[in-house]
């Protein structure tokens, strides 16, 4: 069993399209909450909030013939992943090419492409959509469209597992790399699902607040719906070394599991399974950990549940957690949430500064623990956890260290 180490990042987000962006703005507690413009008929909609992906241009990184091929959600991947990559110094030559991985989390892929084609054929009456509408909506094509963009010849799929999609996605890479599946692989997850379908759809879920995002806050009124894209290169320890990479920190472990219970209520029992397991992965003990990026959503129930959860895990050093939900400035992205938060988790433990839980307005009786609420903290942080809770009651869990 190889160690596995992060040598690259790269990120698109409703706070920056680069990693820097994102985490300089992070760090300053900045909200990417903002009203919806992405869809057509907004006055249709009750729900006005949203954490969008703000100017982004795909002429900016594509040239004209490639964007009619490639809907928002693989756009996001692909410059996500190329700023990864560059950041890492891989070159994926032969043979590396052959055992190079693209594993992706998305939970709806090509949903842009979905949305607008039903509106052309149902409202519009139109005859005919595009003859790419099927490339460019189904769930796997950033996955496909980053292992072409990329030139990477060894496993690519996408992981589909809603809210979890993308830690289950980092997590599979991470144990792939690890037992030697694969010499490397490009990972995370990417999602680009405001659109008014999507939104009617949530809107009829009654679990969005109207205007911010306040996880564990007493007063919070549900999630913020979040769009964007988070990757990460993963090789070998022994890999980067030799090829005198700069290390950005270590994942150690990684846990899973279904709590088999109900499809959209969360299940405390289950989320301490899969936190146990990922410990028990990286050969932790729970006083080892001192930063956890919650799930943090912002829904009452959620954020009940995970606090009770990380009590059950953690015991009396639960207290003494830095814990925050990074969903309070970017929104929920559903599949691409985890690996925003793997970013942020990574980046964190490197600088040793927490980034904080925003629009806190004081603590609920259910939720006792320490938010970092509202302001960027320094931490000294050797290892951290990162949790995803999905509906239909799946779970996904990574541990980290900051590198040594």
């Known amino acids: 069993m190889s160690r596995v180490v992060v040598t690259g990042l790269g990120a ?10 994102y985490w300089q703005n992070l760090k300053a507690g900045a909200s990417g909450i903002g009203p919806v413009t992405l869809t057509p008929a907004n006055d249709e909609l009750v729900q006005k909030a949203v954490a969008e992906v703000k100017q982004f241009d795909p002429l900016a990184h594509f040239p004209e013939r490639e964007v009619s091929a490639l809907d928002r959600v693989s756009q996001f991947a692909i410059v996500a992943a190329r700023e990864a990559i560059a950041q890492s110094g891989i070159t994926f030559d032969m043979p590396l090419s052959l055992r190079a991985a693209a594993i992706i989390g998305s939970g709806v892929g090509g949903q842009t492409t979905h949305d607008d084609s039903f509106r052309r054929i149902y409202r519009e009456d139109r005859k005919r959509v ?3 509408t099927i490339p460019r909506l189904m769930v796997n ?14 496993p690519a799929f996408v992981v589909a597992s809603a809210c979890a999609s993308a830690t289950h996605a980092i ?4 144990h792939m790399v690890r037992s030697g599946q694969v010499e490397c692989a490009v990972t995370g997850g990417a999602e680009a699902c405001i659109t008014f379908g999507t939104l009617r759809g949530w809107e009829a879920m009654r679990v969005m607040s109207p205007d911010v995002c306040r996880p564990f806050s007493r007063g919070r009124m549900g999630l913020i719906l979040g769009e964007g894209a988070a990757m990460v290169v993963l090789e070998p320890l022994e890999r980067a070394r030799a090829r005198g990479a700069e290390i950005l920190g270590e994942i150690v472990g990684f846990g899973m599991g279904a709590d088999a219970a109900d499809l959209t209520a969360p299940d405390r029992g289950g989320m301490v399974r899969a936190m146990r397991a990922a410990l028990a992965d990286a050969g932790l003990a729970p006083r080892d950990i001192q930063y956890v990026n ?26 003494k957690l830095a814990i925050s939900s990074t969903k309070s400035m970017v929104g929920h992205a559903l599949g691409a949430a985890g690996a925003l938060e793997l970013a942020a988790m990574l980046l964190a433990a490197r600088e040793g500064i927490v980034p904080p839980t925003i629009g806190y307005l004081g603590p609920d009786p259910a939720c006792d623990l320490d938010y970092v609420p509202n302001k960027a903290r320094a931490v000294t942080i050797d290892a951290a956890m990162s949790n995803s809770f999905a509906f239909g009651g799946l779970n996904a869990v990574l541990v980290t260290k900051k590198f040594s």
């Not at 980053?146 to 990477?152: K, R, T």
């Open 130 to 132: 595009s003859p790419l």
């Open 141 to 154: 094509a950033p996955a496909s469209q980053i292992s072409m963009a990329c030139g990477l010849r060894g």
């Open 12 to 21: 698109v987000t409703p706070l920056g399209h680069s990693i820097g962006s």
């Open 294 to 319: 919650a799930h943090g959503t912002g829904t009452a129930a959620n954020d009940e549940s995970e606090t009770g959860a990380l009590h059950d895990v953690f015991g009396t050093h639960a207290e």
């Open 171 to 174: 997590g599979l890479a991470f």
